[in-house]
């Protein structure tokens, strides 16, 4: 029998009982997916009962499939927001597999401030070490904080529960919420599906102001048919373009001409010739982007490559009641970003540099108006030389465009935090964790803009669009 080291005696044989039953009954309600080496993946806190006021210890239950290499080491981190505030760790001496683990036992564990952190071990020839926190303030908002799950070697399923001991011993449920892109190789590639996250032009000037949408299909042998839908940043209003695009054929259309006077994101879908979406992971793209700089009245121009997803199930998807949903999941298509970082960020003050970030949260349909609380948050080193952060709210309805030179950070004003001569970045992620896109642009010293960076995919998104037959010019 698996030893519960960190439980008090008055606990022990209460929750071992409980786990008993837990597992009988729910069979710890597992996520279908699995933790393999190089994931790293965010899970948020969901209780099933009241939580003790006072907790003796919060124990994350193993998943019944564990397949580790001798040395591999799963490491958990408490995170309240994006601060790690603690974390335990599973060291293996053997390899160890065991198909179905059954009952759970800890493979991770926190404890309270100033209680002891060693001496457990739920596994044969592993060692595990609690993390010290503030367990009385989990209980309070469990939904402030997540778990950060990372496996440096072999094979796990993702966990489903928490232990809570104390009076009385409760239960947490954990969703998975996002998975962390260093574990993805490779941005650049082609998909099914390409977001393109800024397009604009200026009805009455577009010389100073225009956009060229490239769309590449990359096929050596087939036909493609492209809907490329055109999001209005103001109203989410689209307009629909329909390409059809012989073997290794290119085309680049300017906004101009088909959309004038509107500023937004695209999105681009490969399909068949009835308009419904397959899988055809050929099409590449990028958009050139030209804007006027503010702060010295010339254009500039930045080339942002298209975001791509694969499809990763063949297939054409149904037609249902005149729409076709399609399931950003890494089971059907890749997922989409959740969090997104915004690099090297030059000081604002005095304007002799400007940089606007935009974020957006593609359409679910084309009958709804998506919108998102942002939290923004950056980080910088401060003169003393330590990295210090400081952040700000933004509601994003459509598409936003957030001038970091007026954004409200605190506790730090941006004027302070990014003093003269220096340089922060910024990571944006929406409050309930569902996608969140965008890019940033710099005028000043140097003129450009890039894509936002992923740094985590959001666990499940979808987005329906409505079936129309591709008539090709």
Not at 136 to 144: F, K, Y
Request: proline share 7%.
């Amino acid at each position: 029998m698996a030893r519960f080291d960190l439980l008090s005696d008055s606990n022990r044989l209460l929750c071992m009982l409980l786990l008993v039953v837990v597992m009988l009954c729910s069979n710890v309600q597992m996520q279908a997916s699995s933790a393999s080496f190089g994931d790293a993946i965010f899970f948020t806190l969901i209780p099933t009962s009241t939580l003790p006021e006072s907790p003796s210890s919060l124990l994350i239950q193993s998943p019944s499939y564990i397949d580790v290499p001798a040395g591999a080491r799963l490491t958990v981190h408490l995170m309240r927001g994006e601060t790690i505030i603690a974390t335990s760790t599973l060291t293996f001496q053997q390899a160890f597999f065991n198909p179905r683990l059954v009952p759970s036992v800890p493979v991770a564990s926190f404890v309270p401030t100033g209680a002891p952190t060693g001496g457990g071990q739920p596994l044969e020839n592993a060692t595990l070490n609690a993390g010290q926190a503030n367990l009385a303030s989990v209980a309070m908002e469990p939904g402030q904080y997540k778990l950060l799950w990372a496996l440096s070697d072999g094979v796990m399923g993702t966990p489903g529960r928490v232990i809570v001991t104390g009076v009385p011993v409760s239960f947490v449920d954990l969703k998975l919420s996002a998975v962390s892109a260093a574990a993805i190789i490779g941005d650049q590639k082609p998909g099914s599906v390409l977001f393109f996250n800024r397009y604009t032009s200026n009805a009455s000037n577009p010389t100073r102001e225009n956009s060229t949408i490239n769309i590449t299909n990359t096929s050596p042998t087939t036909q493609a048919f492209v809907r490329l839908f055109l999001v209005s940043g103001t109203t989410c209003q689209t307009t629909e373009l329909q390409l059809c695009l012989a073997a290794q054929e290119t085309v680049s259309l300017l906004m101009s001409d088909f959309d004038p006077g509107v500023r937004g994101y695209a999105m681009a879908v490969a399909t068949n010739s009835q308009g419904q979406p397959i899988q055809f992971n050929w099409l590449t793209g990028n958009v050139v982007v030209k804007q006027t700089a503010s702060n010295s009245g010339g254009p500039y121009s930045s080339l942002l490559g298209a975001v791509a997803l694969a499809k990763r199930k063949d297939g054409v998807i149904p037609n249902v009641n005149g729409l076709a949903e399609m399931i950003f999941d890494d089971v059907n298509y890749d997922r989409l970003p959740g969090q997104i970082a915004f690099d090297s960020v030059p000081s604002q003050v005095g304007a002799a540099n400007l940089t606007v970030v935009s974020v957006y949260r593609p359409l679910t349909d084309f009958s709804s108006v998506p919108s998102a609380a942002v939290q923004i948050t950056g980080w910088s080193k401060n003169n003393s030389g330590v990295v210090a952060t400081s952040a700000g709210n933004q509601n994003s309805t459509c598409y936003t465009d957030v001038a970091m030179s007026t954004f409200r950070l605190q506790p730090t004003v941006i004027s302070q935090f990014i003093p003269p001569g220096s340089t922060a970045w910024f990571a944006a992620s929406a409050v309930d964790l569902l996608p969140l896109m965008g890019a940033q642009f710099n005028t000043g010293e140097f003129n450009g803009g890039n894509n936002a960076r992923p740094l985590t995919f959001s666990a499940e998104y979808r987005i329906r669009i409505p079936v129309a037959v591709v008539t090709c010019p």
